[in-house]
């Protein structure tokens, strides 16, 4: 009795380790998220500064583009328009921030935020 008792709770002991650790786990990568949702929206930032300071056309990001180990794409795009006889242009910002290798890996985490600009 006193060996089934044993074995009984060393399995209860090993499966709240199980436990705590994938609770440790998914509270790192929530705050990854939220690292990762605030560098992507430096680097939105970065666009709509750069395309405020020379409105005409969409900011080229530096080739090695990274905010605190994150890797940023920021892309833009510009359409046309008239609007009651005068001209408009609106730019669509999107900024992806990501890390950790592929997707569907463990580690992976990625976000992404848009914005339009109206000139």
């Known amino acids: 009795v006193a060996l089934f008792l044993l074995v009984v709770l060393a399995a209860l002991g090993a499966f709240m380790v199980s436990i705590s650790t994938s609770q440790q786990v998914g509270s790192a990568q929530d705050v ?6 605030w560098a992507a929206r430096a680097g939105l930032e970065w666009g709509i500064g750069n395309l405020t300071a020379s409105p005409g056309a969409c900011p080229t990001p530096p080739a090695p583009f990274t905010v605190e180990g994150f890797t940023l794409s920021v892309s833009c795009s510009s359409a046309s328009f008239d609007e009651g006889g005068t001209a408009r242009v609106v730019y669509s910002l999107t900024s992806r921030a990501s890390l950790g290798g592929a997707a569907g890996s463990l ?13």
Do not use: L
């Open 32 to 37: 990854q998220g939220t690292r990762a949702y």
């Open 107 to 119: 580690a992976f985490v990625e976000r992404s935020v848009s914005a339009a600009v109206e000139f």
